[in-house]
């Protein structure tokens, strides 16, 4: 399905929705905070786009603050679509874009479920949305957080272990997949540090560790670590807790590319320590980009790695 817009208007597009189910046009603007570089959806004006596709987030906080957005940014009439899989919110988007206000026409194809629809004049439920999704400070964790961050509302339990055998790190570093800042913090405790980039693809947080490690040492990056970064050279060190989930789908290569990425970013005699859950199959890699590998502890199903370059 496309919306098919004159050259001269403005159309949004959210993540990437597969193009045989609802192709926007080719200069529609990226709106995801997944895809470094995007347009934050939140900054485009009220009724600004004259329409958008969206593949819709899992996460039903996330997802109903990322519609409730869409909607907003939307002219009055603006048509939309807003697809989703259907084990990812997909049977769920028709009734919540009806508590909104949206009349939609609702398709199914290829195991995803398509609202069709235009923006209504009046909007309804869309502030509960976007306050129940939007930033927030965790008092649990100590730490700004947002839905659709990784483990947004929890400490991850192998960030947790892994934070608890670093030992105490010297140089300079990056923190692979930073999320909100947690591991960031076990970093630098240690004095020796004398820089640490902080990487992730979420927009979100990126935004979040940026006001959870106030320190002049860090500095932070959205990027996708998948993709070559000239400024990540020489490192005495890298940690991360390698993401094994692309969309929330079960992806290996994605913390293969991770470990790559870290062979490439350390200098001769740096360290990467990595967690990692105990069934993903890493070890070969390791040794193949690595001088020296150590399990460092196995434990409560995960794996905590120093892999010397």
Avoid at 79 to 107: H, Q, W
Avoid at 175 to 189: I, K, Q
Wanted: glycine share 10%; net charge neutral.
């Amino acid at each position: 399905m496309t919306l098919h817009t004159e050259s001269t208007q403005s159309t949004g597009v959210y993540g990437l929705p597969p193009a045989e189910l609802a192709a926007p046009p080719a200069n529609a603007i990226q709106l995801s905070p997944l895809r470094p570089g995007a347009t934050a959806l939140e900054t485009l004006g009220e009724a600004s786009l004259d329409a958008l596709t969206m593949l819709a987030p899992p996460g039903t906080l996330e997802r109903r603050h990322a519609m409730a957005l869409a909607l907003k940014a939307l002219k009055p009439g603006a048509p939309f679509a807003v697809l989703a899989p259907n084990d990812k919110g997909g049977t769920r988007i028709a009734k919540e874009l009806k508590a909104f206000g949206c009349v939609t026409s609702d398709t199914a194809k290829r195991h995803h479920r398509i609202c069709i629809g235009m923006r209504p004049a009046v909007l309804t439920g869309v502030d509960d949305a976007l306050a129940d999704g939007g930033p927030r400070f965790v008092e649990a964790l100590g730490l700004w957080s947002q839905p659709g961050i990784f483990s947004w509302d929890r400490i991850d339990p192998g960030s947790e272990m892994l934070a608890q055998h670093l030992p105490a790190l010297s140089g300079r570093g990056a923190d692979f997949g930073c999320g909100l800042g947690y591991l960031a913090h076990a970093v630098l405790a240690s004095t020796g540090v004398q820089a640490l980039s902080l990487v992730d693809i979420d927009r979100r947080a990126i935004e979040a560790a940026k006001r959870n490690v106030a320190d002049p040492r860090v500095t932070l990056r959205w990027a996708d670590l998948r993709e070559a970064d000239e400024s990540l050279k020489a490192l005495n060190f890298v940690v991360m807790n390698a993401p094994f989930h692309d969309g929330g789908a079960e992806d290996r290569s994605l913390g293969q590319s991770f470990i790559a990425r870290a062979a490439e970013a350390l200098r001769v005699g740096g360290a990467a320590w990595i967690v990692a859950n105990r069934h993903l199959p890493y070890e070969a890699m390791l040794k193949a980009k690595f001088k020296r590998v150590t399990t460092v502890i196995s434990q409560d199903g995960y794996k905590v790695f120093e892999a010397v370059r």
